[in-house]
C-alpha cells in the first residue's frame, strides 16, 4: 500500500488519499503506520450484497451496521478525520432465476433509505456514498455470473434513466435537509439512547449537538421494526425543558422509518424552536423566508417560534392549531394529502406538506459567479429557487424579472413558484412562457403537456433476413484458421486433466461464445462421449458430431459447470475422420471480490473429455472466440462486444452487413431444428425534438406448443452493432431490455439484429418480441449524439 501510494504521488497526485475498507476494521486508517491514507474510509450493505428475496418486506437477512460501526468506532479507528462512507447500500444484485430488478428497488427502497441512512446521519456522517444511484447495463460481455445483462440493481435512477421510483424521491428530501443544516456538518453525536428524550422505550433517540442546534434522530430499537410507536418528545431548548407536543396528542414512528426533529434550528435570521416535522429546505425569499416541512401521512406535528415574529397570518389548511405558550408562538398541525400553510408577519412563511406531496417540491440552484469548486452553503452566496412542479426539474436561472425553468413532464402539471431571492412577474418552462396568475404569495401555472404523434414498428411487420449461424457443423467447412489447441501447460491454478489445454483464456478468448472442433479417426468402437464444460451461471452447451445434434445443456440458474455424457445414435464407421463440435455461451469470469484468491482465474471451456474407448490424445482440437481473441478488430466497440458465432465473426451484426440474399425468416417464425440463426431487420425512428423516449426489445416468455413448459433458447440483442442484451427463456427473469440511449438513432435508421440458439429438438418462433416505449417525457434534455462505431466492411480472415 506504502509502494502504491508512493507511484501516486511521484506521479503528480497532490490530493488527499481515502480507501474504501471493505468491512470497517480499520485497515490503513489515518495515522495507523506504514501504508496509512489520509482519511480512512469503509463499506457496508446492511441487507448485503445479494439477490433480494421474493418478499421485498423481508429483512431477515439484516446484518445490523451498529455491530461494525458508529460514532465511537470511528473516533477509535480515525479520531481526526470526517466520518466517511465510501460505499453505502443503495441496491442489490439480481441473478439468473432471481426476482427482477422491480423487486430489488423494492428491497432497498425508501423505507430502507429512511432507517439506514438516517442511521449514518446520526453518526455524522460527512461523506455518504452510495453504491448505487443509477442503474447500469452489462453492454456486451462486460458482465460476470452473477448477473445478467441489466445492472439496474434497484438504484434510485432506474436503468432507463426514468426518475419514477419512489427511493429516488426520498434521497432528494434527505439530500435537501442535509445542505440546508450546515449545523450538522459541527454537530457530535452521542451513542443514542433509551426513554431519555423519547417517552417509549423501544425507541432509540440520538443526539446531535452542535454550537446552538440540536438535532434528535429518532428510530426503532429493532430496526426491522413494522410497529407504530407512539412518543412524546422531552428536550432542552432555549426555552426551557419542553415536553412535545405542548398542545396535545402524541407523535408516532409508523414502522420502518426515522425522523429528525430538530430544536433551536436556524433558519436563516430566524430560529425555529423546535419542529418534530421533518425539514425539507429553508431559503430566503425577496421578502420573506420560506421554510418547508413534511411528515408522513396522518402523522401529528408540532413547531415552535418566538413570538417577536409576529401574529400568525395567511393560515392555509383546516387541521392549524396555533397557540401563545410563553413567548412561543406553537403550531400544532395533522398531516394532510394537501398542503398547509401559515405566515408570521412578512417574516416568515411555512409550508406544512405531505411527504409524497414534497417528493414534487423542488430546490433549483442559480447560476452563480462563486469560484468553481468552492463550496456554498445554503446561506451563503448561492441562491435558489424552491417550485412546486411534475416529474422533474433540471435547472433554472432568473434574469430580471423572468424565471427560466427547464425540465420533464409525463403529464400536464401544475407549477408554483415557491420562492425566489428576486420578484417574479413572468415563468418560462423549456423555453416556453406559462400563463400564470398570483395566489398570494406564490406565482402559479399550469404546464401542458402535449403528446407527440409517435408509433414504433412492431417486429412482425419488420422485413427480416436470416443466415444458418452455424456453419461449422456443415462437412466441407473449413477451420484451418482457428487457434490451435496445443498448449502442453497453462497459468491456471486448475491443474489440466486434458493432454493440451482447452481453457478458452489460455488462447486470448475472455468472453462472449466459444466454439470448438475436435477432430479424430474412428475406430468403430465409440459409443458416446464424456464432456464436462464449464462457464458460469446460467450457461449452457451444444454438441454436434458431424453434422448430427447430440444434446445440449440446457442451463440452469445454480450451475456453473456440467458433466454431461452424450451418446452416438449410430457407431461410427471405422477409418472414417469425424468432428465434434461443442457451442459454449460463456457467461464472463467470476468476481475477485476478496483480494488473495484467484476466483476470477476459474477457467472456462471444456474442462475434460472422453469419447468412450479411446484415449483422449486420439482426438486434436481447435478452437475460436471473438474474432482475433485479444487482437480484437472493432476498436470502437471494444473488446467485449462480439462473441464467436459466425454472424459476428465475419462483422454481420454491423450497419450495412450485405443481408439482401439472405433467406427470409423472422425470430418469430418457426426455427429450424437445434442450433443458432441470426436476424437482422431496419428500422426507422423519428423522435420530434424536445422529447425524451426511452425505449426498449422486450421478450415475453416463448413456451413449446400445446406444452406449458417454456421452450430453451438463448438469444442476443444488437442495436447498431451493438450487444446489450442476453436473454435466456428458460432461465430469466430479464425480458426487457432498455436501448442505451447513445446507441440509438432517434432520428433515422437503426440496424436491430438478434441471436436464437435454440437447445430442443422443437422450437416454435420466439411468441412475443417487441419494441416498447417506456416513457414519453417532454423535455429539454439533448440526447447525446449517436456513439460511431465501426460498419460492417468485409473482414479478411473473419473465419
Known amino acids: 500500500m506504502a509502494y502504491v501510494e508512493k507511484q501516486y504521488r511521484k506521479a503528480g497526485i497532490v490530493i488527499p488519499f481515502i480507501d474504501n475498507d471493505a468491512i470497517p476494521i480499520g485497515n490503513w486508517?489515518?495515522?495507523?503506520?506504514?501504508?496509512?491514507?489520509?482519511?480512512?474510509?469503509?463499506?457496508?450493505?446492511?441487507?448485503?450484497?445479494?439477490?433480494?428475496?421474493?418478499?421485498?418486506?423481508?429483512?431477515?437477512?439484516?446484518?445490523?451496521?451498529?455491530?461494525?460501526?458508529?460514532?465511537?468506532?470511528?473516533?477509535?479507528?480515525?479520531?481526526?478525520?470526517?466520518?466517511?462512507?465510501?460505499?453505502?447500500?443503495?441496491?442489490?444484485?439480481?441473478?439468473?432465476?432471481?426476482?427482477?430488478?422491480?423487486?430489488?428497488?423494492?428491497?432497498?427502497?425508501?423505507?430502507?433509505?429512511?432507517?439506514?441512512?438516517k442511521l449514518?446521519?446520526?453518526?455524522?456522517?460527512?461523506?455518504?456514498s452510495l453504491y448505487m444511484v443509477f442503474g447500469g447495463t452489462n453492454w456486451g460481455h462486460l458482465g460476470h455470473p452473477g448477473g445478467y445483462t441489466s445492472y439496474d440493481n434497484g438504484a434510485a435512477i432506474a436503468e432507463n434513466r426514468q426518475v419514477d421510483r419512489e427511493k429516488y424521491s426520498e434521497l432528494k428530501l434527505q439530500a435537501n435537509f442535509l445542505r440546508a443544516s450546515p449545523q450538522y456538518l459541527v454537530s457530535l453525536p452521542d451513542n443514542g439512547t433509551f426513554g431519555v428524550y423519547a417517552s417509549a422505550h423501544d425507541l432509540v433517540t440520538t443526539k446531535l449537538t452542535s454550537n446552538h442546534t440540536i438535532f434528535f434522530l429518532v428510530r426503532?430499537?429493532?430496526?426491522?421494526?413494522?410497529?407504530?410507536?407512539?412518543?412524546?418528545?422531552?428536550?432542552?431548548?432555549?426555552?426551557?425543558?419542553?415536553?412535545?407536543?405542548?398542545?396535545?396528542?402524541?407523535?408516532?414512528?409508523?414502522?420502518?422509518?426515522?425522523?429528525?426533529?430538530?430544536?433551536?434550528y436556524e433558519v436563516g435570521n430566524i430560529k425555529l424552536i423546535y419542529s418534530t416535522a421533518e425539514i425539507f429546505t429553508w431559503k430566503k425569499s425577496h421578502d420573506r423566508t420560506v421554510l418547508v416541512l413534511y411528515g408522513g401521512a396522518e402523522e401529528l406535528h408540532e413547531f415552535a417560534v418566538h413570538e417577536s415574529l409576529g401574529s400568525p397570518c395567511g393560515v392555509e389548511g383546516k387541521t392549524l392549531e396555533v397557540k401563545k405558550m410563553?413567548?412561543?408562538?406553537?403550531?400544532?398541525?395533522?398531516v394532510e394529502p394537501s398542503r398547509q400553510m401559515i405566515a408570521f408577519g412578512n417574516e416568515l412563511e411555512v409550508h406544512m406538506l405531505s411527504r409524497n406531496e414534497a417528493y414534487s417540491y423542488w430546490v433549483m440552484d442559480l447560476p452563480s459567479d462563486e469560484v468553481c469548486g468552492r463550496y456554498v452553503s445554503s446561506s451563503g452566496a448561492q441562491q435558489s429557487v424552491i417550485i412546486n412542479a411534475g416529474y422533474l426539474l433540471r435547472t433554472a436561472e432568473v434574469s430580471g424579472n423572468k424565471l427560466f425553468v427547464t425540465g420533464d413532464i409525463n403529464a400536464t402539471t401544475g407549477i408554483e413558484i415557491i420562492s425566489t431571492p428576486t420578484p417574479i412577474s413572468s415563468v418560462f418552462f423549456n423555453g416556453q412562457?406559462?400563463?400564470?396568475?398570483?395566489?398570494?404569495?406564490?406565482?402559479?401555472?399550469?404546464?401542458?403537456?402535449?403528446?407527440?404523434?409517435?408509433?414504433?414498428?412492431?417486429?412482425?411487420?419488420?422485413?427480416?433476413?436470416?443466415?444458418?449461424?452455424?456453419?461449422?457443423?456443415?462437412?466441407?467447412?473449413?477451420?484451418?484458421?482457428?487457434?490451435?489447441?496445443?498448449?502442453?501447460?497453462?497459468?491456471?491454478?486448475?491443474?489440466?486433466?486434458?493432454?493440451?489445454?482447452?481453457?478458452?483464456?489460455d488462447y486470448g478468448y475472455h468472453a462472449g461464445s466459444l466454439l470448438y472442433r475436435g477432430t479424430f479417426v474412428a475406430n468403430g468402437s465409440e459409443s458416446s462421449m464424456y464432456l464436462l464444460t464449464e462457464g458460469g451461471y446460467a450457461y449452457g452447451h451444444s454438441v454436434w458430431l458431424n453434422s448430427t445434434y447430440l444434446?445440449?445443456?440446457?442451463?440452469?440458474?445454480?450451475?456453473?459447470?456440467?458433466?454431461?455424457?452424450?451418446?452416438?445414435?449410430?457407431?461410427?464407421?471405422?477409418?472414417?475422420?469425424?468432428?465434434?463440435?461443442?457451442?459454449?455461451?460463456?457467461?464472463?469470469?467470476?468476481?475477485?471480490?476478496?483480494?488473495?484468491?484467484?476466483?476470477?482465474?476459474?477457467?472456462?471451456?471444456?474442462?475434460?473429455?472422453?469419447?468412450?474407448?479411446?484415449?483422449?490424445?486420439?482426438?486434436?482440437?481447435?478452437?475460436?472466440?471473438?474474432?482475433?481473441?485479444?487482437?480484437?478488430?472493432?476498436?470502437?466497440?471494444?473488446?467485449?462486444?462480439?462473441?464467436?458465432?459466425?454472424?459476428?465473426?465475419?462483422?454481420?451484426?454491423?450497419p450495412g452487413a450485405p443481408t439482401v440474399k439472405w433467406e427470409r425468416l423472422s425470430p418469430l417464425d418457426a426455427f429450424p431444428g437445434p442450433g443458432v440463426g441470426f436476424y437482422v431487420t431496419t428500422f426507422d425512428l423519428d423522435i420530434p425534438l424536445?422529447?425524451?423516449?426511452?425505449?426498449?426489445?422486450?421478450?415475453?416468455?416463448?413456451?413449446?406448443?400445446?406444452?406449458?413448459?417454456?421452450?430453451?433458447?438463448?438469444?442476443?440483442?444488437?442495436?447498431?452493432?451493438?450487444?446489450?442484451?442476453?436473454?435466456?427463456?428458460?432461465?430469466g427473469p430479464q425480458c426487457r431490455y432498455p436501448i442505451p440511449e447513445g446507441i440509438l438513432n432517434y432520428n433515422g435508421p437503426n440496424t436491430l439484429a438478434i441471436t436464437v440458439w435454440s437447445q430442443e429438438e422443437n422450437t416454435a418462433g420466439i411468441h412475443g418480441l417487441e419494441l416498447s416505449i417506456d416513457a414519453c417525457l417532454q423535455s429539454r434534455y439533448e440526447k447525446p449524439a449517436l456513439v460511431q462505431g465501426a460498419s460492417y466492411s468485409p473482414r479478411n480472415g473473419g473465419y
Not at 449514518?120 to 455518504?128: D, E, L, P, Q, V
Not at 416468455?701 to 442495436?719: G, L
Open 29 to 117: 486508517a489515518a495515522g495507523d503506520g506504514l501504508g496509512a491514507v489520509d482519511m480512512y474510509s469503509f463499506d457496508d450493505y446492511p441487507l448485503a450484497w445479494a439477490t433480494a428475496p421474493d418478499d421485498p418486506s423481508d429483512w431477515s437477512r439484516l446484518t445490523n451496521p451498529l455491530s461494525v460501526y458508529n460514532f465511537s468506532t470511528h473516533m477509535g479507528t480515525s479520531p481526526h478525520t470526517p466520518m466517511s462512507i465510501s460505499e453505502f447500500q443503495g441496491g442489490v444484485p439480481d441473478a439468473w432465476g432471481g426476482v427482477g430488478m422491480m423487486k430489488a428497488a423494492a428491497y432497498i427502497g425508501a423505507d430502507f433509505e429512511r432507517v439506514f441512512y
Open 120 to 128: 449514518n446521519y446520526g453518526f455524522r456522517a460527512t461523506i455518504h
Open 220 to 264: 426503532h430499537a429493532d430496526l426491522s421494526s413494522t410497529g407504530l410507536t407512539a412518543y412524546r418528545l422531552r428536550v432542552p431548548t432555549s426555552m426551557g425543558i419542553l415536553t412535545i407536543p405542548q398542545l396535545g396528542g402524541s407523535l408516532t414512528l409508523n414502522g420502518r422509518d426515522s425522523k429528525f426533529h430538530v430544536v433551536d
Open 326 to 334: 410563553g413567548h412561543a408562538a406553537v403550531v400544532k398541525w395533522r
Open 433 to 505: 412562457l406559462v400563463e400564470t396568475v398570483k395566489n398570494g404569495a406564490l406565482l402559479t401555472g399550469v404546464i401542458h403537456y402535449q403528446h407527440p404523434n409517435l408509433s414504433l414498428p412492431t417486429i412482425k411487420s419488420l422485413s427480416w433476413r436470416y443466415i444458418n449461424n452455424l456453419p461449422e457443423i456443415q462437412e466441407a467447412y473449413d477451420d484451418s484458421k482457428w487457434t490451435t489447441c496445443n498448449l502442453s501447460r497453462t497459468h491456471n491454478p486448475r491443474n489440466l486433466t486434458t493432454p493440451t489445454s482447452l481453457y478458452a483464456s
Open 551 to 654: 444434446g445440449s445443456w440446457e442451463g440452469s440458474a445454480g450451475d456453473i459447470f456440467y458433466n454431461h455424457t452424450l451418446k452416438f445414435p449410430t457407431a461410427p464407421r471405422a477409418g472414417a475422420t469425424y468432428v465434434l463440435t461443442v457451442l459454449i455461451d460463456h457467461m464472463g469470469l467470476d468476481e475477485n471480490f476478496v483480494a488473495n484468491v484467484q476466483t476470477m482465474k476459474d477457467p472456462r471451456g471444456i474442462l475434460d473429455y472422453q469419447v468412450h474407448g479411446r484415449e483422449k490424445s486420439s482426438i486434436s482440437w481447435k478452437m475460436t472466440g471473438n474474432l482475433g481473441g485479444e487482437r480484437y478488430q472493432d476498436h470502437s466497440r471494444g473488446p467485449l462486444n462480439e462473441g464467436g458465432l459466425y454472424a459476428e465473426r465475419q462483422g454481420f451484426h454491423l
Open 690 to 731: 424536445g422529447y425524451d423516449v426511452p425505449i426498449s426489445v422486450v421478450f415475453t416468455n416463448t413456451t413449446i406448443a400445446n406444452v406449458s413448459k417454456p421452450a430453451k433458447f438463448r438469444s442476443e440483442i444488437f442495436i447498431n452493432g451493438w450487444q446489450f442484451g442476453k436473454y435466456i427463456n428458460h432461465i
